[in-house]
């Protein structure tokens, strides 16, 4: 059965940095796209960064240039790298894998950045 676990949230000031993993058990995340969305308290789900099966990658408008996604294939994890956190970037942080019938979340991590 797949799973997705995420780690790495917690709390950090405003500019400061925070880098989240994302472990795979019975998936290959190479094999399938992967994603990381967000939700904060009282607003939709969105997606902040997105890593395809091919490598392609792009990010939500109000991270790009702040946040990096990386995907190391050895270890069959997923990184987002948060850089410049800013206090609206507080939420749950997601971890997604999906493709070819599978379509897996993690149960998210927890980022707070106070100003």
């Known amino acids: 059965q797949a799973r997705l676990v995420e780690s790495g949230g917690g709390l950090v000031q405003a500019g400061g940095s925070l880098r989240l993993s994302c472990a795979a058990s019975?998936?290959?995340?190479?094999?399938?796209?992967i994603a990381w969305f967000r939700q904060a308290p009282g607003k939709q789900r969105e997606v902040v960064a997105i890593?395809?099966?091919?490598?392609?990658?792009n990010y939500g408008d109000s991270v790009k240039g702040r946040f990096t996604i990386s995907r190391d294939n050895a270890k069959n994890t997923v990184a987002l790298q948060m850089d410049s956190l800013k206090p609206e970037d507080t939420a749950v942080y997601y971890c997604?894998?999906?493709?070819?019938?599978?379509?897996?979340w993690g149960q998210g991590t927890q980022v707070t950045v106070s100003s």
């Open positions: 997604r894998a999906w493709g070819r019938g599978t379509d897996v």
């Open positions: 019975g998936i290959t995340f190479s094999s399938n796209h």
């Open positions: 890593f395809s099966d091919t490598g392609f990658t």
